[in-house]
Antibody, heavy 115, light 112 residues
C-alpha cells in the first residue's frame, strides 16, 4: 500500500531554515511527482509547489520563490522540502502529497516558528 | 492564479439528510487534454486531507457512494446524499488544470 511518512515536528527561530522529509513506499517512486501543501493553524490548504521524482523538475508557488527548495533522493525514495528565512507566518502543518491530483498524503509535519 | 470560491462556509446538516457544497472557479478548468481536473478533499478533525473525488465525478477507492461530484467548466458541486456522523469535517475543492494548483477556502460540515 502507498505510504508517505514525514519527519517529526520542528521548532525554529525566525530567520532559520527547516527541511522536512517525506519517505515514500508501496510504489515506484520515480513514477509520480510530489506536491507540498501547508496549512496554517485554523486555516485552509495552500499549495507550495511540486517536484517530479523522475527528473527533479520543480514548480513553486510564486509567493515562496527564492525561499523554498524541493528535492528528491531516489536512492531512498524520499522527497524533501526546505524553507529558508522563516517567519512567524510560516508556522503551519506541512504535508507532502503524491500525484496524480494528490491522491495520497503524508501525516503532516508541524513547523513552529517562534522566538 | 485561478481563484476557487466555495459556498457555504459552514453547513449544519441533520443526520440522514442531504448536503451540497458549491465550488466555482475564476476560469474554465477544462485542460487542453480534454480533462477537467477538479478534485474534492475531505479533512476530518485532526487528520490529513483525503481525496474523495477526482476529475469532477470519479470517486476514489473506498469512498462511500453517498458522495458524488458533478459540474463542468467553472461550476462544480459535491453532494452527500445522506449525511452520517463520520462525514463531519472540512471539504475543499482543488483545481489541477492550471499552475499553480489552487484550493477553495473550505466548507465546514457539522451535525445540527
Amino acid at each position: 500500500q502507498v505510504q508517505l511518512v514525514q519527519s517529526g515536528a520542528e521548532v525554529k527561530k525566525p530567520g532559520a531554515s527547516v527541511k522536512v522529509s517525506c519517505k515514500a513506499s508501496g510504489y515506484t517512486f520515480t513514477s509520480y511527482g510530489i506536491s507540498w501543501v501547508r496549512q496554517a493553524p485554523g486555516q485552509g490548504l495552500e499549495w507550495m509547489g511540486w517536484i517530479s521524482a523522475y527528473n527533479g523538475n520543480t514548480n513553486y508557488a510564486q509567493k515562496l520563490q527564492g525561499r523554498v527548495t524541493m528535492t528528491t533522493d531516489t536512492s531512498t525514495s524520499t522527497a524533501y522540502m526546505e524553507l529558508r528565512s522563516l517567519r512567524s507566518d510560516d508556522t503551519a502543518v506541512y504535508y507532502c502529497a503524491r500525484e496524480p491530483s494528490l491522491n495520497y498524503w503524508g501525516q503532516g509535519t508541524l513547523v513552529t516558528v517562534s522566538s | 492564479d485561478v481563484v476557487m470560491t466555495q459556498s457555504p462556509l459552514s453547513l449544519p446538516v441533520t443526520l440522514g439528510q442531504p448536503a451540497s457544497i458549491s465550488c466555482r472557479s475564476s476560469q474554465s478548468l477544462v485542460h487542453s487534454d480534454g480533462n477537467t481536473y477538479l478534485n474534492w478533499f475531505q479533512q476530518r478533525p485532526g487528520q490529513s486531507p483525503r481525496r474523495l473525488i477526482y476529475k469532477v465525478s470519479n470517486r476514489d477507492s473506498g469512498v462511500p457512494d453517498r458522495f458524488s461530484g458533478s459540474g463542468s467548466g467553472t461550476d462544480f458541486t459535491l453532494k452527500i446524499s445522506r449525511v452520517e456522523a463520520e462525514d463531519v469535517g472540512v471539504y475543499y475543492c482543488m483545481q489541477g488544470t492550471h499552475w499553480p494548483l489552487t484550493f477553495g477556502g473550505g466548507t465546514k460540515v457539522e451535525i445540527k
